[in-house]
């Protein structure tokens, strides 16, 4: 596809993840900077994502939200990258797997954490994640030493989950365990995550003068 990608974002917000998978792809695209109070609620954008939130991406006549389908899309539109294991490699499963567990129990065990949100003893079996101690362990044991998450490679897989890690541990969310510190040091050392930093951390600079 060649079609024109368009990225909408606030550089406080989940779209600096898509900010550093965008930089992965190597392929150009243009910036939409929406503010939350105004332009993320006004019917322009709420027409792309009728939640008013941010990310958000328009590849020609295709409109993705939410970051880890985000991520999962530019992955297979611009599979040169090497940003997810082809289809039919027996990699293909852990990268699902580990991309959407990211999604689901480490995003919300996270979130509740970080809002108080306590599951009651005996009701773990009705929140996906069950516990957050559960899901720390699984994270922890599915990185290893020093590996990626699915084979000896880093794909989009690495990029979502290491991002919640890198955020996680920077507001005390998520407990610095040296084996979270090592994988995260790794992937923020990537050249297109110091970038993506770069770039979003310059839109969050109040204007000269």
């Known amino acids: 596809m060649t079609d024109e990608i368009v990225f909408y974002t606030n550089p406080m917000s989940r779209g600096r993840v898509v900010r550093w998978m965008l930089e992965e792809t190597g392929q150009p695209y243009r910036t939409e900077l929406l503010d939350y109070a105004t332009t993320m609620k006004a019917p322009g954008y709420l027409a792309i994502n009728p939640m008013g939130k941010v990310p958000a991406l328009r590849h020609g006549d295709a409109v993705v939200t939410e970051t880890s389908a985000i991520c999962a899309y530019l992955a297979d539109a611009f599979p040169d990258a090497g940003l997810a ?44 994640y069950g516990t957050f101690d559960a899901v720390m362990a699984a994270v922890e044991g599915a990185l290893g030493a020093d590996g990626y998450l699915a084979g000896d490679r880093f794909t989009a897989a690495d990029l979502y989950l290491g991002s919640q890690l890198g955020f996680g541990m920077m507001f005390g969310t998520i407990e610095k365990r040296p084996v979270f510190e090592r994988y995260w040091a790794r992937l923020a050392a990537r050249p297109a995550a110091v970038r993506a930093r770069e770039i979003d951390d310059a839109a969050m600079a109040p204007p000269a003068g």
Do not use: H, I, Q, S
């Open 85 to 128: 294991p082809p289809p039919g490699d027996r990699n293909r499963g852990a990268y699902y797997r580990w991309l959407f567990f990211a999604a689901g129990p480490l995003e919300a065990a996270v979130t509740n954490k970080a809002l108080g949100v306590a599951v009651p003893e005996g009701r773990e079996r009705m929140v996906g």
